[in-house]
């Protein structure tokens, strides 16, 4: 059984600083996905040694909950906290992933090239879900395995928004069920406590800011380009845009 944990990166709308907006799920046996999370573990204590003072079960709920958002390290690749530190870091994590066996199905929209329809959350989120999905069963089918989706959880009501929308694209459709080697529903989980939801955010925003980077020229985010070249290895298929403002990564 193989899982493929799907995150974003950045805010679909023209108005956004940024006008890209990525998706990426990391793909990983369960058997791989346990040593990955050990091994995170470890690298993770070493970088960020000063998060890892306090024992969890020394602390109240909400305090527990605190410092599991503090681990996160979300901003570590943000030019305002970048440091050495995060250089090293990351490049260790990538390497963590190869040895794992993990790889990477994406997707990135050009924002200010759509022009059929307005960019939201509503639509481009579930089309690049379904997407994800659609590539990720015909990998899974040609290696005759199963696998399920696990998604970074918003809120309650996105999460059963995305979970129907879902369940409609592989069961209710007019084609009858598709990917029938995917589990009919997403899993939902916060990424404070899912360490390799952690790990598809740091990608994803390596993703985004990569074509940020390359589209709008933006001399902040330099320092990204060192990651991508190591992650871009672990990206399945090539990435194939054309006229398209989406930019899919397919080998089939």
């Known amino acids: 059984m193989n899982i493929l944990y799907i995150d974003e990166s950045g805010v679909p709308s023209k108005k956004a600083e940024v006008k890209t907006f990525s998706m990426v799920g990391l793909d990983i046996s369960i058997q791989e996905a346990k040593s990955l999370i050990y091994d995170y573990l470890n690298l993770h204590r070493h970088y960020y040694p000063y998060l890892y003072k306090q024992r969890l079960r020394d602390l109240s709920f909400t305090e527990q909950v605190t410092l ?69 069963s015909r990998v899974l089918k040609k290696e005759s395995a199963e696998g399920l989706i696990i998604l970074d959880s918003r809120n309650q009501a996105k999460d059963d928004t995305m979970a129907l929308t879902q369940s409609r694209f592989l069961l209710w459709n007019k084609e009858g069920r598709k990917c029938d080697n995917i589990a009919p529903l997403p899993f939902f989980t916060a990424s404070h406590i899912s360490i390799i939801i952690q790990i598809a955010h740091f990608f994803s925003y390596i993703t985004n800011m990569q074509y940020h980077c390359v589209n709008a020229k933006d001399e902040r985010y330099d320092h990204i380009s060192i990651f991508w070249q190591r992650l871009s290895c672990l990206f399945y298929g090539m990435p194939s845009s054309g006229e398209s403002p989406f930019i899919i990564w397919d080998g089939i």
Not at 99 to 119: S, Y
Request: aromatic share 14%; glycine share 2%.
């Open 68 to 136: 599991l958002k503090k681990r996160e390290c979300k901003y570590i690749l943000n030019p305002r906290e970048y440091k050495h530190q995060s250089k090293m870091f990351m490049l260790n994590l990538i390497d963590l992933c190869q040895k794992h066996n993990a790889r990477i199905f994406g997707i990135v929209a050009c924002l200010d090239k759509i022009t059929k329809k307005e960019p939201s959350a509503e639509w481009i989120y579930p089309y690049f879900i379904h997407t994800i999905t659609k590539i990720y």
